[in-house]
């Protein structure tokens, strides 16, 4: 990078400077790959506003060339490439010889034994109450109504990727290197042709193609000389102060000066530490419905003084009025390592600079199959620069605001934000006290005219007018002086941190995260076989269930299903040990039950009675005052 | 197929038992009246058992104390509320009145503190399996 404009030969090195190592999970099948040999493996497709599927450019003439120089197509057309064709999948099955489908029939072998070694860990759904495991079933039956990657395109993915890596194995990453607000940001765009999360590790979705980004932000000094600050890796759709680490953070592994990326087997997503995380779809309750909840647990803590230990630690079921669907992310770090010092080193990357290339800028389709999945999950992303609708990309047009970085001035330039900030607030200060001091002064002159015209009878109005006056004046003299007051707090503590970072001190290296997305503890992982078990066919024995009481219990509905769901809430609380947090909650409900049965049945003896004890109580309170 | 083969078993066992009668419907519905009685006075007695193990557990201060006593007004209140569904006795109002205020006092935080302290929500030991 010379004078802030792009010079290639410097940005690659910097790139391969500060080139990430990832670590991958055994099982793992796809790898970071360059686009180029992809495209030219795909057909580029349209899907009409109609529903009409039309091939623009057949497979094996499409190049990067080409792909970003595509006409329009009307309002309401998705363009998206095909790696996988159905006729792929009828070859993997067909009986015949040849060596593409001795080739096929290998990678199918690898695939499955690559699966083999992958092991699934414990307690996704145990880890999780009913409405969650119920949620998640009704996801997964979801998957057969709506728009989905079929069943066997992981294989023909793997296939079609084996013919491009047969030759030789490709480890690519795309690099971008940017300045935005002081600091200089090195992208590095990693492709995967396919994402089988969900057909080879129990994840949420499929989908063709699959771009993840790792991103490092360097500050330069006025030599030049560059120096690494921060990291940010993505994961799903995370965005945000939580997605960074600082350099220094004991968290951020490092090989030399290679940050080490812990991959999600099939879903890709990046992490810090090695180890299985919950990744939770939250769904959010009605809004009316989340309100009531919220207003009755305020009743019974604050105006019942009910316990309220639970409310310092929030449930794992998401946040009160939410409940999550659970995925794993399986980033053990245990598979194939590539970049410095891991089993595979980098190709060359390929620099998207600038100009930006027309594959990035000009294809503002899908980079893979599209669905049409409501949901967009088994849609294929887009490109770096775009979403799936075709709107820019945050993390491309402003990476420091994805990762939280827009307010963290770079190290090079954060003592001068400091005193120039002090400089406006002792500027501000200033008027403050001059605005204090002219209406200070218009104050005290109303306030003598209101004594003066107090008790006088001839003067008409002037007395009401100057007292209305004087009492909005004083009002607002007393806001003055207060925002002058907060005023003389900051430039105190502006003074106290400048004089920190003068002294070479930083702030603790994670006090930015509010929510660190952690791998899961050794107590999660070691849930017991049955609690295992019981979780896996708790759903599904609760519908069995529901469905004998309707056909054979219907005289004693009711009292029968109440019985068996307190019967699975019981066991459930017995596994989880949180059998005093259940009884409690069971016990609020009858109590609350019995008293409306109570209120129907006696409500005016009821009332009588708590007139009675009121009226009792206030002549005791009255009486031993008395006897003080 | 073989599913349809279960089905198909179970579809003949259930005709055979429409068209035999057997067991009694009348028998049947003795035999439940029996066991709803005898339910609902173990519960009674169950409750009883725990509130007196509750009891003893807030005599001498032991923590787990607090679980029997819970337990003993969940029987209390569920029974309770089971049988005003069913027969609607007198006594099962001044057993719901009097569970609603050991109800409150159990989970009010002086009580929780003592019985519970420092506890976080996960780390319950009652019971678990």
């Known amino acids: 990078m010379k004078d802030g404009r792009l010079d290639p030969e410097s940005d690659v090195a910097l790139l391969r400077r500060f080139e990430p190592v990832m670590r991958f999970t055994k099982g793992e099948r796809f790898y970071p790959l360059d686009v180029e040999p992809y495209v030219r493996a795909c057909g580029l497709w349209v899907h009409r506003a109609g529903g009409q599927e039309e091939a623009v450019v057949p497979r094996g003439k499409l190049t990067l060339e080409n792909l970003g120089r595509q006409p329009e197509d009307g309002p309401g057309a998705v363009h998206y490439l095909r790696f996988t064709e159905p006729r792929d999948i009828r070859e993997l099955y067909s009986r015949g010889s040849g060596s593409s489908l001795k080739r096929g029939r290998r990678v199918i072998e690898d695939l499955r034994s690559a699966r083999k070694n992958f092991r699934v860990g414990r307690g996704r759904l145990a880890r999780v109450g009913y409405v969650s495991r119920f949620a998640d079933a009704l996801y997964s039956v979801a998957l057969l109504a709506r728009g989905r990657v079929p069943g066997e395109s992981a294989y023909a993915a793997s296939v079609a990727y084996g013919r491009i890596t047969s030759e030789r194995d490709h480890y690519n990453y795309h690099g971008r290197v940017l300045r935005q607000d002081g600091w200089l940001v090195l992208q590095y765009w990693l492709f995967y042709p396919f994402n089988d999360w969900r057909s080879g590790f129990f994840g949420a979705n499929d989908h063709e193609a699959d771009w993840e980004k790792v991103m490092v932000f360097l500050s330069q000094s006025e030599g030049g000389e560059v120096r690494p600050e921060w990291t940010a890796y993505a994961a799903h759709e995370y965005t945000g102060d939580n997605l960074r680490r600082r350099w220094d953070d004991p968290e951020l592994e490092k090989v030399g000066e290679h940050p080490v990326v812990h991959v999600a087997a099939g879903s890709h997503a990046s992490f810090y530490s090695p180890g299985e995380y919950l990744t939770e779809l939250e769904l959010n309750f009605p809004a009316p419905i989340a309100r009531t909840a919220d207003r009755m647990r305020r009743f019974w803590r604050r105006t019942l003084r009910q316990y309220a230990g639970e409310a310092a630690a929030p449930d794992r079921d998401g946040a009160p009025g939410s409940f999550v669907i659970p995925f794993v992310d399986y980033a053990r770090g245990d598979g194939l390592s590539v970049g410095p010092g891991g089993d595979r080193e980098w190709d060359p990357p390929r620099l998207i600079g600038d100009p930006v290339p027309d594959w990035v800028s000009g294809y503002r389709g899908l980079w893979g199959l599209y669905t049409r999945d409501p949901f967009k999950g088994e849609d294929a992303p887009a490109g770096p620069m775009y979403d799936r609708g075709g709107g820019p990309d945050r993390a491309w047009y402003d990476p420091v605001g994805w990762a939280g970085l827009d307010k963290v001035p770079a190290p090079t330039e954060e003592l001068g934000v400091v005193l120039g900030r002090r400089a406006e607030v002792a500027a501000r200060r200033a008027r403050l006290r001059a605005e204090i001091e002219e209406k200070g002064r218009e104050l005290r002159g109303l306030g003598v005219e209101v004594a003066a015209l107090q008790g006088r009878s001839d003067v008409g109005g002037a007395y009401e007018v100057r007292k209305s006056r004087l009492g909005a004046l004083a009002v607002e003299v007393n806001r003055v002086r207060e925002r002058e007051a907060a005023d003389a707090t900051v430039l105190e503590t502006l003074d106290v941190y400048a004089g920190r970072l003068r002294a070479g001190e930083r702030e603790p290296a994670r006090a930015h995260i509010s929510r660190a997305h952690t791998p899961a503890s050794d107590v999660e992982l070691h849930t017991s076989r049955v609690a295992e078990v019981w979780a896996a066919v708790s759903v599904s024995l609760a519908l069995i269930c529901l469905v004998a009481i309707i056909v054979f219990e219907r005289e004693h509905l009711m009292v029968a299903l109440v019985a068996s769901i307190a019967v699975f809430a019981f066991v459930e609380a017995g596994f989880k040990g949180r059998l005093t947090r259940l009884v409690s909650s069971v016990n609020v409900g009858l109590a609350v039950v019995a008293a409306l049965i109570l209120a129907y049945e006696f409500f005016w003896q009821m009332v009588i009675l708590g007139v009675l004890t009121l009226g009792l109580y206030v002549l005791w309170d009255n009486l031993r005052e008395l006897r003080r | ?129």
């Open chain 2, 1 to 129: 197929m073989v599913f349809e083969a279960v089905g198909l078993a179970s579809l003949a066992a259930y005709h055979v038992y429409l068209r035999a009668g057997w067991p009694r419907m009348e028998l049947v519905a003795e035999l439940r009246r029996s066991f709803e009685t005898l339910a609902a006075g173990g519960a009674f007695v169950a409750a009883a058992i725990l509130a007196a193990v509750g009891a003893m557990g807030f005599l001498f201060m032991r923590r787990r104390g607090w679980l029997p006593a819970a337990l003993a007004q969940t029987l209390g209140l569920g029974t309770c509320v089971a049988l005003y569904a069913d027969l609607e006795p007198v006594f099962v109002y001044p057993v719901m009145g009097y569970c609603i205020v050991m109800v409150l006092y159990l989970n009010s935080r002086d009580v929780r503190t003592v019985f519970h302290p420092g506890r976080e929500p996960g780390d319950d030991t009652g019971g678990g399996a």
